[in-house]
């Protein structure tokens, strides 16, 4: 009787404590949130107690919040999520992964090809994303295949640079072992090396999909018609001030859960996670 006890008397105090943490994050996001949201008010109505700044009332919380019924009937937000996440943003991270990933694995294993690509790569990396807009215009037919360079030229050295590091702590040991046991050079990628390194390759792309957030959004001021930068630049022409905020809300909601996703993802591949649960 007491042997069935013991487990359930250690099982509810983990789960309790686990109730605890999340309930302690939940109320500091909460907290957070208020307070950024009070601020926000407190300005506004500064702003609007100035006779010469009275008219951007419409950037208050209110009128933002009281805003989103409108362009959700509308169907302003949904395309709007839709051209910018699904047919930019998703493809040139896709690209950027199926690039980056593969060439960080040969910077990391290869010493010769990482002396010979340092200085080039380097160079590359550092030129601005945004400045290769005009030759992205004049090579591509449409502006999405634009884009999705510009976020694609962005997006795969974070990814590449950090898998070649994740590789790089790889013990030599773990290949040896595997040669030993008659692993094949594809059987070692899949069991050894992608396994070891997932964690440094998701630590990669939630760099690189802020890196492509910020690219994402001026890119779409220019020459679209749909997307998060487009409703920006149609909301500052139409001087519609609370549909100006509650796109820019809606970017930073979004970009909240990507990232908010890939921290999940890194820690389910943290080799310390695993060690502590």
């Known amino acids: 009787m007491s042997t069935d006890a013991a487990p359930q008397g250690r099982e509810m105090p983990a789960f309790g404590r686990m109730c605890v943490r999340g309930a302690r994050r939940l109320m500091y996001a909460a907290g ?5 949201l009070v601020l926000w008010q407190l300005g506004i109505m500064y702003l609007v107690s100035q006779p010469e700044t009275r008219v951007f009332g419409g950037f208050g919380p209110i009128p933002t919040f009281l805003k989103f019924p409108e362009l959700w009937a509308q169907g302003r937000i949904q395309s709007a999520i839709s051209a910018s996440l699904v047919d930019r943003l998703g493809t040139g991270l896709l690209i950027a992964s199926i690039i980056g990933v593969p060439l960080g694995i040969l910077i990391g294993r290869s010493r010769r090809f990482r002396e010979l690509s340092h200085s080039p790569f380097q160079f590359i990396r550092m030129v601005s ?3 290769w807009m005009p030759l992205a ?3 591509f037919a449409t502006w999405n295949g ?3 360079f510009l976020i694609v030229i962005a997006a795969m050295w974070p990814v590449a640079y950090s898998t070649a590091a994740g590789l790089a702590k790889v013990d030599p040991s773990w290949y040896k ?10 059987h070692i990628l899949k069991t050894v090396i992608l396994p070891a390194i997932a964690f440094d390759i998701f630590s990669g792309l939630r760099l690189a999909l802020g ?9 779409e001021l220019l020459g679209v018609t749909s997307g998060l930068g487009y409703a920006i630049r ?12 509650a796109m820019l809300v809606t970017i930073g909601v979004i970009g909240f859960i990507m990232d908010s996703v890939l921290v999940c993802l890194i820690n389910r591949y943290s080799w310390y996670h695993r060690r502590k649960h």
């Open 211 to 219: 890196v492509a957030w910020i690219v994402l959004v001026p890119a």
């Open 177 to 186: 072992v595997a040669r030993n046991l008659g692993a094949s050079r594809i």
């Open 137 to 139: 215009v004049i090579i």
């Open 32 to 36: 957070g949130i208020l307070v950024l």
């Open 234 to 245: 149609d909301a500052r022409e139409t001087v519609d001030y609370s549909y100006l905020t």
């Open 129 to 131: 994303p945004l400045a």
């Open 146 to 148: 634009a884009i999705v």
